[in-house]
């Protein structure tokens, strides 16, 4: 069993940045794949971006070169570095913990990006 809360969601103007943040309830070592999700309306969810437990980092095309995930091994957090933000990238992001067997969400924080 795993939890996972998110935070920093918000509101940011076009080009700017925002830093997610995602506590995990136990070792995010012993958490196979660590990953950021996000849904737009009327969309799909998809993944952002994921980190493995070996360090292993995933993106969608999109956001290459724009998003960094890391991770605190002694807070058990992962975030999501978000710059030269994209009215595109306006959606609802979640946090997800795939520990091989299950799969564990978060509740969710909004990003606007949004003159």
């Known amino acids: 069993q795993v939890e996972v809360v998110e935070s920093g969601g918000g509101l940011v103007q076009p080009g700017g940045s925002l830093r997610l943040s995602c506590a995990a309830s136990?070792?995010?070592?012993?958490?196979?794949?660590m990953g950021w999700h996000r849904q737009a309306p009327g969309k799909q969810r998809e993944l952002v971006a994921s980190?493995?437990?070996?360090?292993?980092?995933n993106y969608v095309e999109s956001v290459k070169g724009r998003f960094t995930i890391s991770r605190d091994g002694a807070k058990n957090t992962v975030d999501l570095q978000m710059n030269s933000l994209k009215p595109e990238d306006t959606a609802v992001y979640y946090c997800?913990?795939?520990?091989?067997?299950?799969?564990?969400w978060g509740q969710g924080t909004q990003v606007t990006v949004s003159s």
């Open positions: 980190i493995s437990n070996g360090g292993i980092t």
């Open positions: 997800n913990a795939d520990t091989g067997w299950n799969k564990y």
């Open positions: 136990r070792s995010i070592f012993s958490i196979a794949i």
